[in-house]
């Protein structure tokens, strides 16, 4: 348990920034599995923009490294492209 006034507030921030960071992650795996299933090219190329904001979002904020986010942005391209 906290015993200082400014710790206690640091829980309280941790904690929302853990739920604020759970949801982006979430959101951005859900749109690349989406996307992965996808087999429509037409569907899948109005996809990819999306998601490729949404990982880069995650790149920035540094919940994702840059080498993953250029890594997955380039097989949802290569999927995209296979389609």
């Known amino acids: 348990m906290a015993n200082h006034k400014s710790t206690e507030k640091e829980i309280r921030q941790i904690e ?6 759970r949801y982006h992650l979430k959101t ?20 990819l923009p999306k998601v490729s904001s949404l990982i880069d979002k995650l790149a920035k904020r540094g919940q994702i490294h840059k080498n993953k986010a250029a890594n997955l942005k380039s097989s ?6 296979s389609l």
């Open 76 to 81: 949802l391209t290569k999927h995209v492209n």
């Open 16 to 21: 929302k920034r853990r739920l604020y960071n």
């Open 28 to 47: 951005a795996r859900t749109a690349v599995k989406k996307l992965r299933l996808t087999n429509d090219k037409t569907k899948a190329a109005e996809l």
